[in-house]
């Protein structure tokens, strides 16, 4: 703060009110029975001081903290107690889910006292009932609130993620995510095109042959093999720059 | 005659980082290196070949942080504190090396030179670096796109189409704020895309976007002319991809140009040489060391340890950058010819983008590099340099193509910003996008001033916590820590808004030290949140 704008705050004839605000904001630390020229003079008797904070506490007021900005290791709840799910491709072989749950959700569960899974299942290219995927994986969880890696077989191909339990043989999905599609890793060549004519807007198919267009570009995506939650594949990513 | 175009995008990017209430903070260091290494010398290096009526065309894309960043008073501020005392330091270093050797003294009265140019310009322009590159850009040299706003990682956004809406919306908004005009195009963070983005960038009037290459050659369908050729989206978006061979010539680590022994080497800086009572004034007030930007070595050779590098000479690394601007000239003249032969002559598009910061802070020499590529290049029968839109413009046909799922990033997929260091932010910021679209909807039609001052800032938490920036350090394990806690900040901020406003406690000192020390986007609408959209 600079000794002028301390004398030009002083100038504009602020409140009692406004005056302890500002020397607040200022860590001028004042007593309850100081009135309005005692604050402007211990006011005036810091800024005759160079003060060494920031030009922008002119026009705002830091908090309690004289350092509110500095980034702190809070912690942040584990649970937000919501049933949600989600599943996301890390890369063609791998996906990702993350699931929470309710407080009734829990309760539900306990009741129930059956074991819990998690569930990726395979739906490319089928309406899917909850009983006919094209294949399936699934793990038991731990906890009411967690995540998992799984190993898929496909790219380019739907996955959607499940909780649920064993009523017998039968599996009992309660929680669904939404459809997720694994990235391809290879050319999809086909033999129709379409164009669009830029000036006249419109479009055109165009058959070619597909021996034509194909090329041997390729480039290494992650195999099956690597867990992206493992340090190794974090190791083996973490010397990479965008933009290389 | 076969001719192709060049396009060369840079991408300037760094968090958003201002901490006003400290008189310096280490993290800000980074964008005053990159002002001083990077931005201030592309812009003189362009303002250079535009004095010389060189042709020359650049697409930059400056995001919406770092043009905040640029405008921002108190960083302003800050940087020219910090351009002082690396003057002074420069100043002593030529006192200093008299004694020591004829090279570093040269050197020290380089920098000294450097720095004051460097100080003129900012001081020119009166701070005002986006409206320097604006100025490039009204002369038709520069395309500058931008970014969603806070370079949020949009394919983990995908199960909140409102956050992807919101990214991408205040992306433009904060063009326009800066720039006087609304963007043609945007370079989605770290090229991240999932098939449906391209309807959001329609729907915000952006006309182009980037993928790298796998974008496309995985795209549906496999493109007739590769990575050679912008194609169409189904929503009508134009697309560029990288092309690999420009990247493997700058960046690869056996036969890149910025490896060359006489360039200068990057990890050895008086900040780190020098005794400590000498160099404190200079590096972080903590006593951490740190870069200064006086380095007074060379690469020397691949195998050579850091302590018997030798002496650095600028003349020879000038000599370095002329060799490799003709070489790289010539590589994409042969590159053109020979896709033009493939494509039985229609005219193939070469699309090279780097991170920005490559050139001048990674690889000192870089600016001087590109300029001299333009010379090289001016007037050239074969390699047009042009922008995204100049080279729409030549278009006649475009085919249609739904580019493949994709980033930039290590092995192209989702992994960096996805896995078992970092995966336990999105538990965090998929809470803080569900609570902000309910309260954003909630409170849509409210008139309550202070309510929406706290909406407003619930808002810029959320999109701070989104920076891509935070999942990437902690996974290249470099300053986690830093990037841990503003994660954490941020969504604990978010958090105790929401409970305010639900509950009517709004802290009104409280809030007003977050407008100003979380202060981006000074006129976002929480509003943009409560938009029914995908």
Same mark, same amino acid.
């Given at each position: 703060?600079?000794?002028?704008?301390?004398?030009?705050?002083?100038?504009?004839?602020?409140?009692?009110?406004?005056?302890?605000?500002?020397?607040?904001?200022?860590?001028?630390?004042?007593?309850?029975?100081?009135?309005?020229?005692?604050?402007?003079?211990?006011?005036?008797?810091?800024?005759?001081?160079? +003060?060494?904070?920031?030009?922008?506490? +002119?026009?705002?007021?830091?908090?309690?903290?004289?350092?509110?900005?500095?980034?702190?290791?809070?912690?942040?709840?584990?649970?937000?107690?919501?049933?949600?799910?989600?599943?996301?491709?890390?890369?063609?072989?791998?996906?990702?889910?993350?699931?929470?749950?309710?407080?009734?959700?829990?309760?539900?569960?306990?009741?129930?006292?059956?074991? *819990?899974?998690?569930?990726?299942?395979? &739906?490319?290219?089928?309406?899917?009932?909850?009983?006919?995927?094209?294949?399936?994986?699934?793990?038991?969880?731990?906890?009411?609130?967690?995540?998992?890696?799984?190993?898929?077989?496909?790219?380019?191909?739907?996955?959607?993620?499940?909780?649920?339990?064993?009523?017998?043989?039968?599996?009992?999905?309660?929680?669904?995510?939404?459809?997720?599609?694994?990235?391809?890793?290879?050319?999809?060549?086909?033999?129709?095109?379409?164009?669009?004519?830029?000036?006249?807007?419109?479009?055109?198919?165009?058959?070619?042959?597909?021996?034509?267009? =194909?090329?041997?570009?390729?480039?290494?995506?992650?195999?099956?093999?690597?867990?992206?939650?493992?340090? =190794?594949?974090?190791?083996?990513?973490?010397?990479?720059?965008?933009?290389? | 005659?076969?001719?192709?175009?060049?396009?060369?995008?840079?991408?300037?990017?760094?968090?958003?980082?201002?901490?006003?209430?400290?008189?310096?903070?280490?993290?800000?260091?980074?964008?005053?290196?990159?002002?001083?290494?990077?931005?201030?010398?592309?812009?003189?290096?362009?303002?250079?070949?535009?004095?010389?009526?060189?042709?020359?065309?650049?697409?930059?894309?400056?995001?919406?942080?770092?043009?905040?960043?640029?405008?921002?008073?108190?960083?302003?501020?800050?940087?020219?504190?910090?351009?002082?005392?690396?003057?002074?330091?420069?100043?002593?270093?030529?006192?200093?090396? *008299?004694?020591?050797?004829?090279?570093? /003294?040269?050197?020290?009265?380089?920098?000294?030179?450097?720095?004051?140019?460097?100080?003129?310009?900012?001081?020119?322009?009166?701070?005002?670096?986006?409206?320097?590159?604006?100025?490039?850009?009204?002369?038709?040299?520069?395309?500058?796109?931008?970014?969603?706003?806070?370079?949020?990682?949009?394919?983990?956004?995908?199960?909140?189409?409102?956050?992807?809406?919101?990214?991408?919306?205040?992306?433009?908004?904060?063009?326009?704020?800066?720039?006087?005009?609304?963007?043609?195009?945007?370079?989605?963070?770290?090229?991240?895309?999932?098939?449906?983005?391209?309807?959001?960038?329609?729907?915000?009037?952006?006309?182009?976007?980037?993928?790298?290459?796998?974008?496309?050659?995985?795209?549906?369908?496999?493109?007739?002319?590769?990575?050679?050729?912008?194609?169409?989206?189904?929503?009508?978006?134009?697309?560029?991809?990288?092309?690999?061979?420009?990247?493997?010539?700058?960046?690869?680590?056996?036969?890149?140009?910025?490896?060359?022994?006489?360039?200068?080497?990057?990890?050895?800086?008086?900040?780190?040489?020098?005794? =400590?009572?000498?160099?404190?004034?200079?590096?972080?007030?903590?006593?951490?060391?740190?870069?200064?930007?006086?380095?007074?070595?060379? &690469?020397?050779?691949? /195998?050579?340890?850091?302590?018997?590098?030798?002496?650095?000479?600028? =003349?020879?690394?000038?000599?370095?950058?002329?060799?490799?601007?003709?070489?790289?000239?010539?590589?994409?003249?042969?590159?053109?010819?020979?896709?033009?032969?493939?494509? /039985?002559? +229609?005219?193939?598009?070469?699309?090279?983008?780097?991170?920005?910061?490559?050139?001048?802070?990674?690889?000192?020499?870089?600016?001087?590099?590109?300029?001299?590529?333009?010379?090289?290049?001016?007037?050239?029968?074969?390699?047009?340099?042009?922008?995204?839109?100049?080279?729409?413009?030549?278009?006649?046909?475009?085919?249609?193509?739904?580019?493949?799922?994709?980033?930039?990033?290590?092995?192209?997929?989702?992994?960096?910003?996805?896995?078992?260091?970092?995966?336990?932010?999105?538990?965090?910021?998929?809470?803080?996008?569900?609570?902000?679209?309910?309260?954003?909807?909630?409170?849509?039609?409210?008139?309550?001033?202070?309510?929406?001052?706290?909406?407003?800032?619930?808002?810029?938490?959320?999109?701070?916590?989104?920076?891509?920036?935070?999942?990437?350090?902690?996974?290249?394990?470099?300053?986690?820590?830093?990037?841990?806690?503003?994660?954490?900040?941020?969504?604990?901020?978010?958090?105790?808004?929401?409970?305010?406003?639900?509950?009517?406690?709004?802290?009104?000192?409280?809030?007003?030290?977050?407008?100003?020390?979380?202060?981006?986007?000074?006129?976002?609408?929480?509003? +943009?949140?409560?938009?029914?959209?995908?």
């Amino acid at each position: 703060m600079k000794k002028e704008d301390i004398g030009s705050f002083l100038k504009t004839d602020p409140s009692i009110q406004e005056m302890r605000r500002y020397a607040k904001m200022l860590g001028v630390h004042l007593k309850r029975t100081m009135g309005k020229k005692d604050i402007a003079r211990a006011l005036a008797k810091l800024s005759d001081k160079d +003060v060494p904070v920031s030009s922008q506490t +002119v026009v705002a007021t830091p908090s309690e903290s004289k350092r509110p900005s500095k980034p702190v290791n809070v912690d942040l709840p584990r649970t937000y107690f919501t049933d949600s799910i989600t599943l996301h491709p890390v890369n063609p072989y791998w996906v990702y889910i993350k699931w929470d749950f309710s407080k009734e959700t829990r309760e539900r569960l306990d009741e129930l006292g059956n074991d *819990i899974f998690v569930r990726v299942s395979d &739906i490319t290219n089928i309406i899917y009932d909850g009983k006919n995927a094209n294949r399936y994986k699934e793990a038991k969880i731990l906890s009411e609130e967690g995540n998992w890696y799984f190993q898929v077989d496909f790219p380019d191909a739907d996955y959607i993620a499940e909780i649920g339990y064993y009523a017998g043989e039968l599996f009992v999905g309660f929680m669904k995510s939404k459809i997720a599609r694994t990235p391809r890793n290879t050319p999809q060549f086909t033999d129709q095109e379409t164009w669009v004519d830029l000036s006249k807007g419109s479009k055109k198919e165009v058959r070619v042959s597909v021996e034509a267009a =194909e090329t041997s570009l390729s480039i290494r995506s992650s195999g099956p093999s690597d867990n992206p939650s493992s340090e =190794e594949f974090i190791k083996s990513i973490s010397k990479s720059r965008s933009g290389r | 005659m076969r001719k192709g175009k060049f396009v060369l995008m840079l991408h300037a990017h760094l968090p958003f980082i201002n901490h006003p209430d400290f008189p310096s903070f280490m993290e800000e260091r980074w964008l005053f290196e990159a002002m001083t290494e990077t931005y201030i010398p592309l812009v003189q290096a362009f303002n250079r070949l535009k004095n010389d009526g060189v042709h020359f065309r650049v697409s930059m894309s400056i995001t919406p942080p770092l043009m905040e960043m640029f405008a921002n008073a108190d960083l302003q501020k800050k940087y020219l504190k910090y351009l002082d005392l690396s003057i002074e330091l420069a100043e002593k270093e030529i006192e200093r090396t *008299i004694s020591e050797n004829p090279a570093s /003294n040269r050197l020290a009265k380089h920098y000294l030179k450097e720095l004051e140019e460097t100080k003129s310009v900012y001081i020119r322009c009166n701070g005002d670096l986006s409206g320097e590159f604006a100025q490039l850009q009204d002369s038709g040299n520069l395309e500058i796109v931008t970014c969603n706003a806070t370079h949020g990682f949009l394919p983990l956004m995908t199960q909140y189409p409102e956050a992807v809406n919101a990214q991408i919306g205040v992306g433009v908004d904060t063009y326009k704020r800066h720039m006087g005009k609304a963007p043609r195009g945007i370079w989605l963070a770290e090229c991240g895309y999932v098939p449906g983005i391209d309807s959001y960038l329609r729907e915000w009037g952006l006309s182009f976007f980037f993928v790298d290459s796998h974008g496309l050659w995985y795209g549906d369908p496999a493109p007739r002319y590769g990575v050679y050729r912008p194609v169409m989206t189904p929503e009508g978006v134009f697309v560029f991809a990288r092309d690999p061979e420009s990247s493997q010539q700058v960046w690869s680590a056996e036969v890149g140009y910025p490896g060359d022994s006489r360039y200068r080497e990057f990890y050895r800086d008086v900040g780190f040489d020098r005794e =400590e009572d000498y160099i404190r004034p200079y590096i972080d007030p903590s006593g951490e060391r740190c870069n200064t930007g006086i380095k007074y070595y060379r &690469i020397t050779g691949k /195998n050579v340890s850091l302590n018997e590098k030798s002496y650095y000479d600028f =003349e020879e690394a000038k000599k370095a950058t002329r060799e490799h601007a003709k070489d790289f000239a010539a590589r994409k003249r042969e590159q053109i010819k020979r896709l033009s032969e493939q494509f /039985n002559g +229609v005219s193939p598009v070469v699309v090279a983008p780097f991170d920005a910061e490559l050139f001048g802070h990674w690889w000192y020499e870089g600016p001087i590099f590109i300029e001299e590529l333009f010379r090289e290049l001016n007037g050239d029968d074969t390699v047009v340099c042009a922008t995204p839109p100049e080279v729409i413009d030549s278009m006649g046909e475009v085919q249609c193509v739904t580019p493949n799922i994709s980033t930039w990033g290590a092995n192209g997929y989702n992994e960096v910003w996805l896995n078992g260091r970092n995966d336990w932010i999105y538990r965090h910021l998929d809470e803080g996008v569900r609570r902000m679209i309910e309260l954003a909807r909630k409170y849509e039609k409210t008139e309550d001033r202070l309510k929406i001052r706290a909406l407003n800032q619930m808002a810029r938490e959320l999109l701070l916590a989104q920076s891509s920036d935070w999942a990437f350090i902690i996974t290249t394990n470099t300053t986690v820590e830093y990037a841990v806690n503003r994660t954490k900040t941020h969504i604990n901020r978010l958090l105790t808004l929401y409970g305010e406003i639900e509950t009517g406690t709004i802290d009104v000192e409280r809030l007003k030290t977050l407008e100003w020390i979380d202060g981006i986007f000074s006129s976002i609408d929480f509003r +943009v949140y409560s938009r029914q959209v995908g």
